[in-house]
């Protein structure tokens, strides 16, 4: 992590002694740990300790609760510093749904009236990946609920109040920013909002249209091509972790990318489960019946503000949100390794071709699209269990 990120983890408020350890102990972590390393422990141990991974063991499952119950406390700093003066008993019963602590570490809630409770922990990157039918992920009634909210949200703009209207929007999306991946989230929303405005107005021969209409179907299907092979990667991690060879330096290090990686693909799924939702809730509101032509349009000119007003925040990312923008721009240990295999494919493809001009025509074998290579070559690396 830069140093950027360490002065600001060095900002973080200063803490009395606590009067016990529990939650620190239960996420295996001291006392002065920061935000990021909170969330990393956080992530490992909910992750080792998941019902999923454990089915059928009670043990497992009221393990899970007590991570769920120590991140819940130490991830908010009032809720923190309360446990460092009081202990456990000075604050009170936790009653929380572990399973949706993991959808705080995006947006703290706050965004819960835009975006709706997402199901991220129901929606692994398998089970998207066998539904043709993505709106089959949606969950109709809570897009109900959300259109209603988004109603609300554009009312003074469709009553004809644009710079009231503006100031509002401005201003709820200035506090949103200060939530957990606060500004990723308002610019991802804000992209659906723009391009599902711009579908609906089409323009000119429909050109505009048709545009925002494959630029939206080449973000989903490139959010779970990565969603894909960081997973491959994840469980190669996880196999490696579980050598009992390894020293301990080695079993930091692997914990460290395991935390990183798992935590960007949970990232990654939320973001291709915003972007199903929300554009669910884009397509009730634009598409109403109970209303004429123009209003329609009304309503998509006004959503098309806002997505502009949510591009528009600025604000410097920290923590996990600069590592997984650097991701973003990034290839895993995966990807760097099929490059060179590729390569090594093209020669030996090249000296088939100059060999024998039938063989050619009757390959079956590996596309000679880069991203098809890089994924199926993934699966072989998976397969083969090399290390990293």
């Keep these: 992590m830069s140093n950027n990120n360490n002065e600001n983890e060095n900002k973080e408020k200063k803490l009395p002694k606590p009067k016990d350890t529990i939650f620190y102990d239960v996420l295996g972590i001291s006392p002065d740990a920061t935000k990021s390393q909170i969330k990393k422990a956080y992530f490992l141990k909910a992750r080792k300790y998941h019902p999923d991974k454990n ?11 007590e991570i769920g119950q120590a991140y819940e406390v130490l991830s908010d700093e009032e809720m923190r510093e309360r446990y460092h003066r009081f202990g456990k008993e000075g604050i009170g019963e936790v009653n929380i749904d572990p399973r949706q602590v993991f959808l705080y570490l995006f947006g703290g809630g706050k965004f819960d009236n835009i975006i709706g409770v997402l199901n991220m922990l129901n929606m692994d990157e398998e089970a998207m990946s066998q539904s043709d039918d993505k709106q089959s992920l949606v969950d109709e009634e809570q897009v109900k609920q959300l259109k209603e909210a988004l109603e609300e949200r554009l009312s003074l703009w469709m009553q004809g109040r644009a710079e009231k ?82 020293s301990n330096e080695e079993k930091e290090k692997l914990e460290d990318e395991l935390s990183r990686e798992g935590m960007y693909i949970l990232w990654r799924i939320a973001r291709l489960n915003i972007q199903i939702q929300v554009r669910a809730v884009c397509e009730a509101y634009l598409r109403d019946e109970e209303i004429d032509k123009y ?59 100059n060999n024998n001009n039938n063989n050619n025509n009757n390959t079956n074998g590996p596309s000679s699209s880069s991203s098809s290579n890089s994924y199926s070559g993934a699966i072989v690396l998976a397969q083969n269990r090399k290390k990293f």
């Design 55 to 65: 089915p059928d063991n009670p043990d497992a499952e009221e393990k899970f609760k």
């Design 165 to 246: 209207f503006k100031t509002k929007v401005r201003e709820e999306a200035e506090e949103l920013q200060k939530e957990s991946f606060g500004i990723e989230l308002l610019h991802h929303i804000g992209n659906i909002y723009e391009n599902e405005a711009n579908q609906h107005n089409k323009g000119f021969l429909r050109i505009p249209g048709l545009v925002a209409e494959v630029k939206e179907k080449g973000s989903l299907a490139n959010e779970m091509i990565q969603i894909l092979k960081r997973s491959v990667y994840l469980q190669i991690l996880e196999e490696d972790l579980s050598n009992p060879e390894i």
């Design 295 to 353: 209003s329609k349009k009304r309503r998509a000119e006004g959503l098309k503000m806002v997505g502009k007003i949510y591009k528009s925040i600025k604000g410097e990312a920290t923590g996990f949100e600069k590592v997984f923008a650097e991701m973003d721009q990034s290839k895993t240990p995966t990807d760097e390794e099929n490059s060179e295999e590729n390569k090594e494919e093209d020669k030996e493809d090249k000296k088939d071709d």
